[in-house]
């Protein structure tokens, strides 16, 4: 017997983040504050964890829900 279930895809994406949240917020424009608070949203919702010098992207579908309903 077949399951014609949709199959799920699991994606581990793990970005290298040397820079610190203040060059960040000054490369877009923006301030430190306003960065640190976006990361700590993007951690409470479980988009991404961070670790020491990486930003793990947990939640790939969350990640873009966000992004397409703020831009």
Known sequence: ME???PKRILI??????NLPN???ARLI???RAVVNRHIQEL???????VKRNFIDVQ???TLIAI?????
């Open 3 to 5: 399951h014609n279930s």
């Open 12 to 17: 581990d994406i793990e970005v290298n983040n």
């Open 22 to 24: 203040e060059e960040i």
């Open 29 to 31: 424009g923006s301030t």
């Open 43 to 49: 951690k409470k919702c479980g988009a991404i964890t």
């Open 59 to 61: 939640n790939v579908k």
């Open 67 to 71: 992004a397409e309903d703020k831009y």
